[in-house]
């Protein structure tokens, strides 16, 4: 067990110091349980000294006090993963945000800090991903595997544009798209799901 100390909450930081116990690794998360509302979940970025740790909340901090309860989970932030989570909204802390229901209870899970894969086992690309858009296979051909950006204001179609790509990879090519978003994509991401679900792509 552990107390939080500080919080700046502008970008959410938290020092949090542990009573004669190990402090936790980096990259461990902590769970820290309000007086009221949802425990927050938290990751440790730093180790200050032999008794603090600097970490940072991953979930909205209003209202939390200082020396409220922390605990070390053990581990690093676990997700759920596999053929379960596909077509599902989640957060990075592995919550359902679809309002669908839960994830059975031996869904597998893998912690979102891993090693990355071996050079050797990485492969370039160079084959072609068709899209079936003219202007993008035409102008601005994307390889598979490779990696493209969009810039664009409000209102100029970019949500379609990802949403026809992601029917051009299922219908051409049979793979599955993950949408990853943060701050104002993450309400995006939602809408594309509606989007989806309404027209059957998903």
């Known amino acids: 067990m552990a107390r939080t ?14 009573d004669g116990t190990a402090l936790p690794p980096i990259d461990e998360a902590l769970v820290i349980t309000p007086d009221k509302g949802a425990p927050i979940i938290a990751e440790v970025q730093s180790h200050l000294d032999e008794a603090t740790v600097r970490a940072i909340a991953l979930q909205s901090t209003a209202g939390l006090r200082r020396g409220v309860v922390a605990r070390a989970t053990g581990g690093p932030l676990e997700v759920p993963v596999g053929g379960a989570v596909l077509g599902r909204l989640l957060d990075l802390t592995g919550a359902i945000g679809d309002k669908g229901k839960p994830f059975a209870a031996d869904v597998s899970r893998r912690p979102i800090h891993r090693s990355p894969p071996p050079l050797a086992a990485q492969s370039g690309a160079t084959e072609l991903f068709s899209t079936g858009i003219k202007v993008i296979d035409l102008l601005t051909p994307l390889a598979q595997g490779g990696k493209a950006a969009m810039f664009g204001g409000a209102g100029v179609g970019k949500t379609v544009l990802v949403v026809e790509l992601i029917h051009a990879m299922v219908e051409r090519y049979k793979g599955i798209s ?16 509606l989007d989806m679900r309404n027209s059957s792509v998903l």
């Open 178 to 193: 993950v949408f990853a978003g943060v701050g104002e994509r993450s309400r995006e991401g939602h809408e594309m799901l």
């Open 5 to 18: 100390q500080a919080i700046d909450g502008r970008v959410a930081v938290l020092d949090v110091a542990f």
